[in-house]
């Protein structure tokens, strides 16, 4: 998959005049070449040149035509400044800021690669329906137990043990790194608690595998006992969720569907300020990438873009309900990658 990655960026490379793109982006790089590699990437038509720290460990560079290593900061230094004035001349864009770069190369930040990210290709969203399978399996797996005495504290190490014996990932950048378990909350991303998960419970669990590379990330909210209030509750969501989905397509604006969502809820009743979450997000080597959802958005869906659709709703005295799913556009309508039931 690395070859197609760096030919589509030298596709739009020679759309968009440019001779030498230099990668230092931690999120772009893992994007163009699958590992996770901190140093520079150099591209242009003729090939691909690398300048890494030294003090890592790696196991295939064949992708690159040469490798140059830096052992200390000041040789790690003059190795860029090297690369920069064998590269003098070219028409040159960097991924991000880099003062250095810029004076060197005469070169501007560019969002090239994060404009590639953001539509997937077919094999990008297999890799993200195999995430989303394992993380519908571990949200089946701890919904067994859930109300079987569990704390926050002890079903968050249930997800995690579940995705290690997947031999996978989580793939989560909020709470260091680990699923969300949350009862009755008010607030979307705290941390665990230590008081056992009861019946009549509204649990949030938030969470997520990353398949080589590529993330996942899937909300349920659970229920054993619920009130007439909490079911009404994990409706008008479920309902808002719904819609969402149906309207999405290729080249319809971001903005209309959030703004169905904020509509839906006003008309439900809830109050947009007190009650409503905003945290629909793109999604692909990162949980959280570019675009975000929102009404403010100036962007439309573009077919193979991977999204998250996450309406939610924290009401004081009930607590919260969030249903999120990894959504895939389609050119005429959207396709729901994770599969688990969307039941209390």
């Known amino acids: 998959m690395t070859e197609t990655m760096f030919g589509r960026i030298r596709e739009r490379m020679d759309k968009e005049g440019l001779e030498l793109l230099v990668l230092s982006d931690s999120e772009n790089i893992l994007w163009a070449t699958g590992e996770e590699f901190s140093g520079y990437i150099f591209v242009t038509q003729g090939g691909v040149e690398a300048l890494l720290p030294r003090f890592y460990r790696y196991e295939d560079l064949s992708m690159f035509d040469s490798v140059s290593f830096g052992f200390k900061r000041t040789d ?6 090297e690369k920069a004035s064998e590269f003098s001349g070219l028409e040159a864009a960097i991924d991000e800021e880099n003062e250095k770069l810029e004076d060197e190369l005469d070169a501007e930040v560019t969002d090239l690669v994060m404009e590639l990210r953001k539509v997937k290709t077919e ?31 002890e079903a968050v190490g249930r997800l995690k043990k579940f995705y290690v014996d997947e031999e996978v990932e989580e793939a989560f950048i909020t709470n260091e790194g680990e699923s969300l378990v949350q009862r009755n909350s008010l607030r979307p991303h705290r941390g665990p608690e230590s008081e056992e998960v009861e019946e009549d ?21 659970y229920c054993e006992n619920p009130s007439e209030e909490q079911r009404k509750l994990f409706q008008d969501v479920k309902e808002v969720q719904e819609e969402m989905i149906d309207m999405m397509e290729d080249g319809r604006p971001i903005a209309d569907v959030k703004q169905l969502e904020l509509d839906m809820f006003k008309e439900k009743g809830y109050d947009i300020e007190e009650n409503v979450l905003y945290y629909s997000h793109s999604i692909g080597v990162v ?11 100036e962007e439309e869906f573009r077919d193979g873009m991977a999204v998250t659709i996450e309406p939610g709703l924290h009401v004081k005295g009930l607590g919260g309900v969030r249903i999120e799913d990894t959504v895939v556009v389609r050119e005429d309508g959207a396709e729901r990658l994770s599969k688990s039931p969307r039941e209390l």
Do not use: M, Q
């Not at 790690?76 to 400044?81: D, F, I, R, S, V």
């Not at 675009?291 to 958005?297: A, N, Q």
């Open 76 to 81: 790690y230094h003059e190795l860029l400044g």
């Open 123 to 153: 094999e990008e969203i297999k890799k993200i329906v195999k995430a989303c399978e394992i993380t519908d399996d571990a949200l089946e797996d701890l919904r067994e137990d859930l109300f079987s005495g569990l704390t926050e504290w």
């Open 201 to 221: 419970d509204l649990v949030i669990v938030d969470t997520g595998a990353r398949y080589e590379n590529y993330c996942a990330d899937v909300t349920r909210t």
């Open 287 to 297: 949980a959280h990438e570019s675009p975000t959802i929102t009404h403010e958005s």
